[in-house]
């Protein structure tokens, strides 16, 4: 079952990526949004994964 969803959107202005997160995964508007700086979808999806994997295995 999903948790949240996460969404990579172009922004028209830049042409670049930024990430839509949904918290919720069926919620109408996101919770979070990150600013557009990403020159690709998967880049954007990447460095969400990147950051998390960081922030799981940091010490506590």
Same mark, same amino acid.
């Given at each position: 079952m999903a948790l949240i969803r996460i969404e990579p959107v172009r922004d028209e202005r830049s042409?670049? /990526?930024? %990430?839509?997160? /949904?918290?919720?995964?069926?919620?109408?508007?996101?919770f979070v949004t990150t600013q557009?700086? /990403?020159?690709?979808?998967?880049?954007a999806?990447?460095? %969400?994964?990147?950051i998390l994997a960081a922030?799981?295995?940091?010490a506590r």
């Open positions: 042409g670049r /990526y930024f %990430l839509e997160i /949904y918290n919720p995964h069926d919620a109408p508007a996101p557009p700086r /990403y020159a690709s979808a998967s880049a999806e990447n460095d %969400l994964v990147a922030a799981a295995s940091s």
